[in-house]
């Protein structure tokens, strides 16, 4: 598919895309935390805020995996750091948690070190790729539910994200399986419960049924 939506999936991805957007607005908090993943944006968008003065520290988590070790290969939240020391970001106020290997020890791995270093921290700007925004919010609920968080990703148009990806095929993958873990997750006890409506629910089903499935969770409801 390369960079470019078809036409014939464009309303289901759409409805998904705008799902997974908690809308909160930014503001300035103790600290960003940045969620470690393919998208190098998230720390682009982490040193933007940081210059904006939207936090004093940023905190970049996260290992490695599958679909990050290629392009990542010392760790995705390392990398990270190079990336927003390389956009100004003073070295001072950049921290690195590089064992996360998923959402939740993302969250419970930061809180671990700032809580190591004797920073304290009532609220963080939790930064992710655009759709891991929703199952980002309910595992922040579920494992640091004293913690005020305010979602940001870096504020794209879906196809200007997508171009910019370069992989219309993998954001879809990625986004149908960040939505099924909003279910998956909670019944699991790793996040807290939110809201699917009948509207997302159909448009992931109809994704599933075209065959995006490469980022399912199997052998759960919906998992195809």
């Not at 935390?33 to 682009?44: K, R």
């Not at 020890?105 to 809580?115: H, K, P, S």
């Not at 879906?158 to 939505?179: C, F, K, P, Q, S």
């Not at 199997?218 to 195809?224: F, K, M």
Request: charged share 25%.
């Amino acid at each position: 598919m390369g960079g470019v939506l078809p036409e014939g999936l464009r309303a289901d991805v759409e409805v998904l895309w705008r799902y997974h957007d908690m809308g909160h607005a930014v503001r300035r908090c103790d600290v960003a935390i940045g969620l470690g993943s393919h998208d190098l944006g998230v720390a682009t968008y982490a040193a933007e805020l940081y210059h904006r003065g939207m936090a004093p520290l940023i905190v970049f988590t996260g290992a490695n995996a599958p679909t990050t070790v290629e392009r990542f290969p010392r760790g995705e939240a390392v990398h990270y750091r190079e990336h927003a020391l390389a956009l100004g970001v003073p070295d001072e106020a950049v921290l690195v948690e590089p064992e996360a290997t998923n959402t939740g020890e993302n969250i419970a791995f930061t809180r671990g070190l700032l809580a190591d270093r004797r920073i304290e921290v009532r609220s963080a700007l939790l930064i992710s790729r655009p759709y891991q925004q929703r199952r980002a919010y309910a595992t922040a609920k579920k494992v640091w539910p004293e913690l005020e968080v305010v979602c940001a990703s870096r504020p794209l148009p879906l196809d200007e994200y997508v171009r910019g990806i370069g992989d219309a095929d993998r954001v879809i993958n990625m986004l149908v399986g960040d939505t099924q873990r909003v279910w998956v997750y909670a019944e699991r006890g790793f996040a807290a419960a939110q809201d699917v409506p009948a509207e997302v629910m159909g448009a992931y089903e109809r994704l599933v049924a075209a065959g995006f499935t490469g980022r399912l969770v199997h052998g759960d409801r919906g998992s195809g």
